[in-house]
């Protein structure tokens, strides 16, 4: 089997690289090489793609902006699959959006409130794509995808697509029915409502300034570290065990807002494991609490 043949067949040769660096791809600018990493250019080179990967038993990781993602340092010995750069696009159709799984949630919410549509504000500021935003059911201020979701456009491990309706996706805090199913999202359509586009960029740029006088935002990071535990904040936690500033290596608890983990410049994945680790068991020790990672894991971490 010549695997870069049969991708650069599958997907085109300008879009299939071997031994990618996967700390450009990521918000945390941490991360060795991807054997391989694919660019499809739609729907029907993905399904073909995710067969072959079936078919051939080849390890495959559907990856978006990279924003909640740490790389091993070892690099990940599969194929990453990215969505982002060609699976953007955005459409609008009254109170209606339809966005792919590439588009940057940003983006699609700047799109909105130039449409005078409303629901998005807050999803404004989360720096990933609304596939990753779908999977994980990204929140931030109150607001959750869920929350506008109509349906998700979904493809299964054998290449075929479906649309499913919201109330069966399973949505609950940082998690969906695609976790579960190992479903790949492609799309989602989305139903906002009608508002004042001034009044709607006014609470973007409100929620704007919070975000930045509150996270580091200045700094490369996977957003917030660890999911928050029943009854607490884990930035709460974190601070109060004195874990403020807390580094190893370049990986640092964040002064700004412990429930962040950041590179200050060179820190490697292993520096990162180092710093959740100790938290964790710092935390735990402290207020008996067990803190779960938010982040997703790619590669091997032993």
Same mark, same amino acid.
């Given at each position: 089997?010549?695997?870069?043949?049969?991708?650069?067949?599958? $997907?085109?040769?300008?879009?299939?690289?071997?031994?990618?660096?996967?700390?450009?791809? #990521?918000?945390?600018?941490?991360?060795?090489?991807?054997?391989?990493?694919? #660019?499809?250019?739609?729907?029907?080179?993905?399904?073909?793609?995710?067969?072959? $990967?079936?078919? *051939?038993?080849?390890?495959?990781?559907?990856?978006?902006?990279?924003?909640?993602?740490?790389?091993?340092?070892?690099?990940?010995?599969?194929?990453?699959?990215?969505?982002?750069?060609?699976?953007?696009?955005?459409? +609008?159709?009254?109170?209606?959006?339809?966005?792919?799984?590439?588009?940057?949630?940003?983006? *699609?919410?700047?799109?909105?409130?130039?449409?005078?549509?409303?629901?998005?504000?807050?999803?404004?500021?989360?720096?990933?794509?609304?596939?990753? /935003? +779908?999977?994980?059911?990204?929140?931030?201020?109150?607001?959750?995808?869920?929350?506008? #979701?109509?349906?998700?456009?979904?493809?299964?491990?054998?290449? %075929?697509?479906?649309?499913?309706? %919201?109330?069966?996706?399973?949505?609950?805090?940082?998690?969906?029915? $695609?976790?579960?199913?190992?479903?790949?999202?492609?799309?989602?359509?989305?139903?906002?409502?009608?508002?004042?586009?001034?009044?709607?960029?006014?609470?973007?740029?409100?929620?704007?300034?919070?975000?930045?006088?509150?996270?580091?935002?200045?700094? @490369?990071?996977?957003? %917030?570290?660890?999911?928050? @535990?029943?009854?607490?904040?884990?930035?709460?936690?974190?601070?109060?065990?004195?874990?403020?500033?807390? %580094?190893?290596?370049?990986?640092? +608890?964040?002064?700004?807002? $412990?429930?962040?983990?950041?590179?200050?410049?060179?820190?490697? /994945?292993?520096?990162?494991?180092?710093?959740?680790?100790?938290?964790?068991?710092?935390?735990?020790?402290?207020?008996?609490?067990?803190?779960?990672?938010?982040?997703?894991?790619?590669?091997?971490?032993?």
């Amino acid at each position: 089997m010549d695997l870069v043949s049969d991708l650069n067949n599958i $997907c085109g040769p300008s879009n299939v690289f071997v031994n990618e660096m996967m700390k450009d791809h #990521t918000s945390f600018r941490i991360g060795g090489p991807a054997s391989y990493y694919v #660019t499809p250019g739609n729907e029907e080179e993905l399904g073909e793609l995710i067969r072959y $990967c079936v078919r *051939t038993g080849s390890e495959y990781y559907i990856l978006g902006n990279g924003s909640n993602l740490l790389v091993s340092d070892k690099g990940y010995p599969g194929i990453v699959i990215r969505l982002f750069e060609r699976f953007n696009d955005i459409r +609008i159709d009254g109170s209606r959006i339809y966005a792919m799984a590439g588009a940057l949630l940003s983006r *699609t919410a700047n799109m909105a409130a130039k449409n005078s549509l409303s629901g998005l504000e807050a999803a404004a500021g989360i720096p990933g794509t609304l596939g990753g /935003a +779908i999977v994980m059911n990204a929140g931030a201020y109150g607001f959750e995808m869920k929350d506008v #979701t109509e349906y998700v456009r979904v493809m299964k491990h054998d290449g %075929s697509t479906e649309d499913i309706p %919201s109330h069966m996706m399973e949505f609950g805090y940082r998690t969906s029915r $695609c976790i579960r199913d190992g479903l790949i999202v492609l799309g989602a359509g989305l139903v906002l409502a009608s508002g004042d586009e001034e009044t709607i960029r006014d609470r973007m740029r409100e929620l704007k300034e919070q975000r930045s006088a509150k996270q580091p935002l200045e700094y @490369p990071s996977a957003g %917030s570290t660890f999911k928050r @535990p029943e009854g607490y904040f884990a930035g709460k936690l974190i601070m109060d065990a004195g874990l403020k500033g807390y %580094s190893v290596g370049d990986a640092c +608890i964040s002064e700004k807002h $412990c429930g962040f983990v950041i590179n200050k410049g060179n820190a490697s /994945a292993e520096d990162v494991i180092k710093l959740i680790k100790h938290v964790q068991d710092t935390v735990l020790d402290r207020f008996g609490v067990r803190l779960e990672p938010e982040i997703k894991f790619l590669g091997d971490f032993t």
